[in-house]
């Protein structure tokens, strides 16, 4: 492409075969497809990451966008529905609290919900914050219903990620994609520092256009090829290592995923409808791999269906995900941790990003530089999010811990949780994935309450207040108890 009108279409090449290869050849062969030609490179001797089960609403639009039918897509990929994430031990031991889909309350045009709640709080008259969310409230009764005519939930999905990349293979060969099954040995550069050639080791050279370098953290293409440097982020984010295991599944099945912090870290727990997948997240620094192993091992509800896998990384981002004619897309342009499930999401974005901003023609440096810029500041918004949940904590009872609470936090961090812990606002930014809800259910969680609060609510009276805090709570809980029950659900919808 190099800059000058292409003759004929431009050949995509895709190098990697996980989640973020085959969620990028689906895409672009359904909704691209007339305009481009895409090869999807993998290696048969490089095995995918094999983790990332939990995903976040927006890629139920991915899903539309490609006209993919939700029960066919539930059955191939054993998904459940998710409704949040419960935390356990995270502001302080022995304290959880639910991180829902949902929104909380009703909020005015003044002031958001949290101003009356924290109001009717210090009358006495407001209950859990969570108990005025309905997605939150359905989660703690292992509730669910949905229907293409009615989605009164908001939610996404549990599933198996090995049969996430086998179902959108099929998609993307049937729209057109040609597969390869070979390993990249070498990239061969132009004059220009674009990349001209992927060499493979049975099939030669692959010419091609754009390469989306999809080749998870070792980031073949843009990192090693290219030299396009990473941002760490260690310094925020201590973990470094996790262990992942799938286990036979503990009953019930859950419409939510369940992360517990523990000593040096966190771990996870993904109810799929036939298994469940757990994984150990922890600092080297803190935690050596025989202690992580035998805490991980001793923790897990039910018996192991394979053997513990030991997975590195560094969390922090790709300098440039586009540079030349290369775009990372997945691990290989950045990763901020696995804590709320974003990685997937940034997949979908990136995507999305690549659609709309596609270099057909002429300089497309423009375009490269919006792209970068859009993707910089979307992740470092999901990363004061992360960090948030290890910062604002009380406890103090291990120095991972200790460490997290006395860290120098990101200014952009440090800004949003002082307006909130000074005046309860929350405010979702340009760009930003997390809205007010989630913002505002994770402080108060984690034991942020705020000091003050918006005058609107103090001119309710007692009545007018707990009149309005009631009736939503009721809805609530009548819409719950109508709700069937997850499990049930799954089975009926997805067919046994
Ligand atoms: P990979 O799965 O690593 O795929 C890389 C591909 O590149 C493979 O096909 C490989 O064969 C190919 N390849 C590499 N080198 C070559 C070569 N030389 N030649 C040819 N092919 C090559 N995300 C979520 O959204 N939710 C989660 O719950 C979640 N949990 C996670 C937990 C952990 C501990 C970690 C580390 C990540 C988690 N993620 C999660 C992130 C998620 O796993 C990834 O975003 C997702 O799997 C995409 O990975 P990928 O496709 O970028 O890379």
């Not at 036939?274 to 897990?300: C, I, K, P, W």
Request: glycine share 8%; proline share 4%.
């Amino acid at each position: 492409m190099n800059s000058t009108q292409p003759a004929t279409k431009p050949h995509v090449v895709i190098a990697g075969g996980g989640t973020a290869g085959w969620m990028t050849a689906a895409a672009l062969a359904r909704k691209l497809g007339p305009l481009v030609r895409i090869t999807l490179v993998e290696s048969s001797d490089i095995p995918t990451i094999g983790v990332g089960e939990a995903t976040i609403p927006p890629l139920r639009v991915f899903h539309q966008l490609l006209g993919i039918n939700e029960a066919e897509f539930m059955r191939a990929t054993s998904a459940t529905f998710k409704l949040g994430i419960e935390f356990a031990d995270f502001g302080q031991l022995n304290q959880r609290y639910i991180h829902s889909f949902g929104q909380t309350g009703q909020s005015s045009w003044l002031a958001e919900f949290i101003h009356f709640w924290r109001e009717g709080l210090d009358r006495g008259i407001a209950t859990d914050y969570g108990s005025y969310c309905l997605e939150l409230e359905a989660a703690k009764a292992n509730k669910f219903y949905t229907s293409a005519q009615n989605a009164p939930l908001n939610y996404a999905y549990h599933l198996d990620a090995g049969a996430y990349a086998t179902f959108l293979k099929h998609i993307s060969v049937q729209a057109g994609v040609n597969h390869v099954v070979d390993t990249i040995e070498q990239v061969t550069l132009n004059d220009a520092g674009h990349i001209d050639a992927l060499q493979l080791r049975q099939t030669g050279n692959l010419h091609g256009d754009l390469f989306v370098d999809c080749t998870g953290f070792r980031a073949r293409l843009l990192g090693e090829s290219l030299d396009v440097g990473y941002e760490d982020w260690s310094h925020w984010l201590f973990c470094d290592r996790a262990l992942a295991v799938q286990t036979e599944l503990t009953p019930p099945l859950k419409p939510y995923t369940i992360a517990s912090a523990h000593s040096a870290g966190w771990r996870w727990e993904i109810p799929l409808k036939h298994r469940m997948g757990n994984g150990f997240v922890y600092s080297s620094q803190y935690l050596d791999e025989t202690t992580a192993h035998d805490t991980f091992t001793a923790l897990l509800r039910n018996t192991p269906l394979q053997d513990v896998r030991s997975l590195q990384f560094t969390t922090g981002r790709r300098l440039k995900a586009w540079h030349k004619n290369c775009v990372a897309i997945g691990l290989s342009s950045g990763f901020v941790e696995p804590m709320e499930s974003t990685s997937i999401h940034l997949i979908v974005m990136g995507i999305t990003r690549l659609m709309q901003l596609f270099p057909y023609s002429g300089d497309y440096q423009h375009l490269q530089d919006e792209y970068n810029a859009q993707t910089q500041i979307e992740l470092e918004r999901i990363r004061d999010f992360i960090v948030l949940h290890y910062h604002v904590t009380q406890r103090d009872d291990s120095a991972f811990w200790r460490a997290c609470k006395d860290m120098v936090i990101p200014d952009s961090l440090s800004e949003r949780i002082e307006l909130f812990k000074e005046h309860g606002h929350a405010f979702q930014k340009a760009n930003e994935l997390f809205r007010v809800d989630s913002w505002s259910q994770v402080m108060l969680g984690q034991g942020l309450l705020p000091k003050n609060w918006h005058p609107a609510a103090k001119m309710m009276s007692d009545e007018q207040l707990a009149g309005a805090l009631k009736k939503g709570q009721m809805e609530i809980s009548q819409r719950v108890a109508q709700l069937p029950d997850h499990e049930a659900f799954v089975a009926q919808y997805c067919g046994q």
